[in-house]
């Protein structure tokens, strides 16, 4: 039931943009985005609820593509500050509403 | 603002020993969980509680064992200690199971078991 993200790991140079993609082998009820930054908790970052929704802050946003089960989280023109280990979340049907979190794609922004 | 407590922060154990998490929130929540940090696992659940007085086995609940003590807290157990379980251990909670303002997690707390 675990989503795959992909890609596991990205290193970007400040200003470039990135995409993680999170999928699912079941239906979705939502989708969880979290930043974790080394030796801290995870952050809620956005959530989505509908299929075809959209989603963002200041230069952070996702999508949510229902039929085919997937997320992508989009940042543009990075900064330093965005980098750490991005987790999506989801909640299939099966999961009684829990998340069930991805393993993870670690973002290195370098100057 | 503390949000979402945990303690300690730092636990060393022998095989065998016993020890509980303590996790408390101050946001009123009414769902809590906890969640085990494994490097390159993600994190993956281990139990919950959709509410004041139930609480649900996760992915992983094996060897560990939790109480809802109020509205405030939910303490995770290891009766125990096995090797396999040193691991970065989070709380966090939500107000509802669905979580949909998103999950507040505490800081952690890093156990190892020698």
């Known amino acids: 039931q675990q989503p795959v993200q992909s890609p596991q790991a990205v290193i970007l140079r400040e200003g470039e943009d990135a995409v993680i993609n999170c999928s699912s082998s079941k239906a979705l009820y939502s989708v969880h985005w979290y930043r974790q930054k080394h030796g801290e908790a995870p952050v809620f970052l956005m959530i989505l609820l509908k299929g075809g929704e959209q989603k963002g802050h200041d230069k952070i946003s996702a999508s949510f593509n229902e039929k085919k089960q997937q997320s992508s989280l989009y940042l543009t023109a990075s900064q330093l500050s965005y980098s750490g280990t991005y987790f999506c979340?989801?909640?299939?049907?099966?999961?009684?509403?829990?998340?069930?979190f991805g393993s993870g794609t670690r973002l290195s922004i370098r100057p | 603002n503390a949000g979402v407590t945990q303690t300690p922060k730092f636990q060393v154990l022998k095989t065998g020993q016993s020890m509980t998490l303590q996790c408390a929130q101050d946001?009123?929540?009414?769902?809590m969980y906890w969640y085990r940090q494994d490097p390159g696992m993600g994190l993956r659940l281990i139990y919950y509680?959709?509410?004041?007085?139930?609480?649900d086995k996760g992915e992983v609940p094996n060897g560990y064992n939790v109480s809802r003590l109020n509205k405030r807290e939910f303490s995770l157990r290891l009766e125990s200690a096995a090797p396999s379980q040193t691991s970065v251990y989070f709380c966090?909670?939500?107000?509802?199971?669905?979580?949909?303002?998103?999950?507040?997690f505490g800081s952690g707390t890093r156990l190892t078991v020698v």
């Open positions: 509680s959709a509410s004041e007085g139930t609480t």
């Open positions: 979340g989801t909640d299939p049907p099966s999961s009684a509403s829990k998340i069930i």
């Open positions: 966090a909670s939500s107000e509802s199971v669905g979580g949909y303002y998103g999950y507040t």
């Open positions: 946001m009123n929540h009414n769902s």
